[in-house]
C-alpha cells in the first residue's frame, strides 16, 4: 500500500519561472492539504482540497499560487514566477476523511536561485 | 485567532532519560490532537494521537496526556534513545477541522 507520494523530490528554478508540484494522495484518501516549511521552521498550512475542490485556501498567498486537485491525476500546488522567498519544504497529507489522520508524504525541496 | 503553542522550542536530555513536551490550543471545539516526529530531511510521520473523549494514551515508550479543562496536552517519551533524536510537532483540529501545527521542538538526546 503505498504511501503519499510527491514528485519532483527536489526542484531548482530561476526567479521568475514556474513551479508545478505534485502529489498523489494515499489509496482511498480523498482529501488533501500542502503545507510549507522553512527551515528550522513549523509546518505553515497553505490550501486543504477535496476532489475537485477547494475548501480552504485561507492559507495560500493571493498571488502567483494556485492548487487543484483534478478528478483523474495527482492534486498540483504551482507557484508562478517564483521569488527567492518561495524557496521552502512543500509537503502534502492526505487523510481518508476530514478530521482523520494526515499522512505526509516526503516533500518537495523548492530552491530558488 | 485560534493557535497552538508548543514548549520547549528545544529540549536536551540525558539518553535513558524522560522528556515531556507541552502544548496549549485556544479552541475549546479541539477533539483531535496528534504528535508527528520528523528527523533531519524527512517527512513527518504520526507518532501518536488521541481523541478528547480519553484523558490519556501509551504506546509503548510514548504516552500523551490530555486535559480538555486546561486546554492542554503533552508528549511523554520515557527512557529515550538516540533514535528519539528529532523534532516533535504537536497539532489540534479547529473546530471547522483544520489541523494547527505547533512550531516544534527540537529534542537532543545526550550520550
Request: proline share 5%; glycine share 6%; net charge positive.
Amino acid at each position: 500500500n503505498a504511501g503519499v507520494m510527491q514528485n519532483p523530490r527536489h526542484l531548482v528554478r530561476r526567479r521568475g519561472q514556474e513551479a508545478r508540484l505534485r502529489c498523489s494522495p494515499m489509496k482511498g484518501h480523498s482529501h488533501v492539504y500542502w503545507y510549507r516549511q522553512l527551515p528550522e521552521e513549523g509546518l505553515k498550512f497553505m490550501v486543504y482540497l477535496q476532489k475537485e475542490n477547494i475548501i480552504d485556501e485561507s492559507g495560500m498567498p493571493k498571488e502567483r499560487f494556485s492548487a487543484e486537485f483534478p478528478k483523474e491525476g495527482p492534486s498540483i500546488l504551482r507557484i508562478q514566477q517564483v521569488v527567492r522567498g518561495d524557496s521552502a519544504a512543500y509537503f502534502c497529507a492526505s487523510s481518508r476523511n476530514l478530521a482523520e489522520t494526515q499522512y505526509f508524504g516526503p516533500g518537495t525541496r523548492l530552491l530558488v536561485l | 485567532g485560534e493557535n497552538v503553542e508548543q514548549h520547549p522550542s528545544t529540549l536536551s536530555v540525558q539518553e535513558g532519560d524522560s522528556a515531556v513536551i507541552k502544548c496549549t490550543y485556544s479552541d475549546s471545539a479541539s477533539n483531535y490532537f496528534p504528535w508527528y516526529k520528523q528527523e533531519l530531511g524527512k517527512r513527518p510521520q504520526l507518532i501518536i494521537d488521541i481523541r478528547s473523549n480519553v484523558g490519556e494514551k501509551k504506546d509503548q515508550r510514548i504516552a500523551v496526556t490530555l486535559n480538555k479543562t486546561a486546554k492542554h496536552f503533552s508528549l511523554h517519551i520515557t527512557e529515550t534513545q538516540p533514535e528519539d533524536s528529532a523534532v516533535y510537532f504537536c497539532a489540534a483540529t479547529l473546530r471547522d477541522d483544520k489541523i494547527i501545527f505547533g512550531k516544534g521542538t527540537r529534542l537532543h538526546i545526550l550520550p
